[in-house]
């Protein structure tokens, strides 16, 4: 036999009742896990290359990079408006091919390249005396590449009838994932004092960047129609989804309905990085310094990563 496209679900649930092998992009388990183990081997790879180049053994190195790891939803987002305007008719800015270097797994190789050009140059500026500190235009060319892509979301949203802007779910967001982290880590040092010792501040951020990941997905997933008057999202990671679906089975139909299926993510995301900022302590740092940075920034991008990409494309709809 051979390859048939389908379009929509419809056609996809007829198939597979027919007996017939259904493929659907999107993530799956093996993807997912695939990613896990290339990223791993990444982060090796970098420790090397930081070395090499004697940078990032500093706590300065996290925070400049900051922008960056809101870059990388944002870009993503870029794209999810591309695909909203090949469904309107309409010529995205970056048409396909070019377009894959803004999708899983390419865009982690595009943001990682940016992010180290702009590393090597800032270092460049600092060591030829042009700046006395890299952390500044390291930080300021995260933030500069990050307004563009914000900015061309918003000129989609002023300018066209696919992406619209809900400003209703961007604060909310950020003020329900700044709360939830307020209360988390009073809760954990509270109970573990401990937990604030190797990580001070850039554990609070770990945690921040994690609760915007869950509560973007809460908003996303169920409260939409409420906030916005359109449609819920649906879960684009293997993770969330196999909560929110296990959710929906196990808790009643009444709570659900009024609950919703997708806060126990919260729940998870903000357990799970508290749990990490824990492990870490003070001897990490000494023993290796740049192994344990890159560590705390991977921990915090796969976090605020996907979390910024769920909650701009909330925002603006797509």
């Given at each position: 036999g051979g390859t048939t496209l389908l379009d929509g679900s419809a056609a996809c649930a007829e198939a597979v009742d027919a007996g017939a092998v259904v493929a659907s992009p999107g993530y799956t388990t093996?993807?997912?896990?695939?990613?896990?183990?290339?990223?791993?081997?990444?982060?090796v790879g970098v420790v090397f290359l930081l070395r090499r180049l004697d940078i990032g053994n500093e706590l300065r190195f996290f925070y400049a990079l900051f922008p960056f790891m809101l870059l990388g939803g944002a870009l993503r987002t870029v794209e999810d408006a591309g695909i909203a305007a090949m469904d309107?008719?309409?010529?995205?800015?970056?048409p396909?091919?070019?377009s894959a270097f803004l999708i899983s797994p390419f865009i982690?190789?595009?943001?990682?390249?940016?992010?180290?050009?702009?590393?090597?140059?800032?270092?460049?500026?600092?060591?030829?005396?042009?700046?006395?500190?890299?952390?500044?235009?390291?930080?300021?060319?995260?933030?500069?590449?990050l307004a563009l892509a914000l900015g061309y979301l918003s000129y989609l949203a002023a300018a066209t009838d696919y992406?619209?802007?809900?400003?209703?779910?961007?604060?909310?967001?950020?003020?329900?994932?700044?709360?939830?982290t307020a209360v988390t880590w009073a809760l954990a040092t509270r109970y573990e004092p401990t937990v604030r010792r190797g990580t001070g501040f850039a554990g609070i951020l770990i945690i921040w960047g994690h609760a915007v990941d869950g509560v973007a997905n809460v908003i996303g997933l169920n409260w939409m129609p409420a906030l916005t008057g359109t449609p819920?999202?649906?879960?684009?990671?293997?993770?969330?989804?196999?909560?929110?679906?296990?959710?929906?089975?196990?808790?009643?139909?009444?709570?659900?309905?009024?609950t919703g299926d997708a806060w126990p993510f919260l729940l998870v995301k903000l357990?799970?990085?508290?749990?990490?900022?824990?492990?870490?302590?003070?001897?990490?740092?000494?023993?290796s310094p740049r192994y344990?940075?890159?560590l705390l920034i991977t921990v915090l991008a796969v976090g605020l990563g996907p979390g910024s990409r769920d909650m701009l494309r909330a925002t603006f709809g797509i």
């Open positions: 093996v993807s997912t896990v695939s990613y896990v183990i290339v990223l791993l081997g990444m982060l309107a008719g309409v010529e995205p800015l970056i396909f091919p070019a982690y190789f595009t943001v990682f390249g940016a992010t180290l050009a702009c590393v090597v140059t800032a270092y460049g500026l600092a060591g030829r005396e042009i700046v006395d500190d890299y952390a500044r235009p390291l930080f300021g060319m995260g933030v500069g590449a992406v619209d802007f809900y400003p209703v779910v961007l604060v909310s967001t950020l003020v329900i994932a700044t709360l939830a819920n999202l649906v879960p684009k990671h293997v993770v969330n989804a196999l909560i929110v679906d296990w959710t929906g089975r196990l808790l009643p139909d009444s709570v659900v309905a009024v357990a799970a990085a508290t749990f990490v900022v824990w492990v870490f302590n003070g001897e990490m740092f000494e023993e344990t940075l890159m």
